[in-house]
């Protein structure tokens, strides 16, 4: 139903910051939620945030202020801007949406490394 590709992954010091953006085939107002999702080496995914097409954000409790979560609506893009990483945020970091019928899409994946 939508195609969905990230970028803006990388190799990051601790402490630096990078910024995940979502690149969506549809816009993103055919969705009731959006949002990113990482999986770490040997972990199960977990949800970062996400924000519903009212605008409300939810965060995770890692993210302690450190991540933000926005989105363009007109260039169909989803963004993450994370501040102040360490090397427990290495993962791969995925967006998704929903639709009314709770239907999901996921994109492939960017990966982020923080090592000094």
């Known amino acids: 139903q939508v195609h969905l590709v990230e970028s803006g992954g990388g190799l990051v010091q601790p402490g630096g910051s990078l910024t995940l953006a979502c690149a969506a085939s549809?816009?993103?107002?055919?969705?009731?939620?959006m949002g990113w999702s990482r999986q770490a080496p040997g972990k199960q995914r977990e949800l970062v945030a996400s924000?519903?097409?009212?605008?409300?954000?939810n965060y995770v409790d890692f993210t302690k202020g450190r991540f933000t979560i926005s989105r363009d609506e007109n260039k169909n893009l989803l963004y993450l801007q994370m501040n102040n990483l360490t090397p427990e945020d290495t993962a791969e970091y995925f967006c998704?949406?929903?639709?009314?019928?709770?239907?999901?899409?996921w994109g492939k994946g960017t990966l982020v490394t923080v090592s000094s």
């Open positions: 924000l519903t097409s009212g605008g409300r954000t």
């Open positions: 998704h949406v929903s639709d009314r019928l709770m239907r999901e899409d």
């Open positions: 549809r816009s993103f107002n055919n969705f009731i939620s």
